[in-house]
């Protein structure tokens, strides 16, 4: 009976960091290039975004954003390079011993 409780414990202890975080943030349009991961696939147009400004406190991670990558296809609105666009953030973080423990995603991204 000991040994469960303790496997438990343990269980508890290393997903007991675990969270989920989620606001809007900003992001500027820094780069638009053409992207071919294998020369087999056609050419696709990525978007580097940069955050503006400082995001806030209580984000898990704040340096994932530096260089977040996009597909025009998932922004509203046609933008070009200067172009700032507002998306919803998502962070996950799946417990404190895991590597790669933070997982972020951008969606419903829009032309500020």
């Known amino acids: ?18 969270g989920d975080w989620e606001a809007e943030v900003r992001l500027k349009v820094v780069k638009i290039e053409e992207y071919q991961p294998l020369e087999t696939l056609p050419p696709e147009q990525r978007i580097d975004l940069d955050p503006v400004g400082e995001l806030p406190e209580d984000a898990f991670e704040r340096d994932y954003y530096y260089g977040a990558i996009k597909n025009p296809a ?3 609105g046609d933008v070009k390079v200067g172009d ?16 790669n423990s933070i997982s972020t995603e951008l969606f419903q991204c829009r032309k500020a």
């Open 1 to 18: 009976m000991r040994k469960i409780v303790l496997v438990v414990a343990g269980c508890f202890a290393l997903t007991g960091c675990a």
């Open 74 to 76: 998932e922004i509203d």
């Open 84 to 99: 700032e666009v507002v998306c919803l953030a998502k962070q996950r973080t799946i417990g404190a011993f895991q590597t």
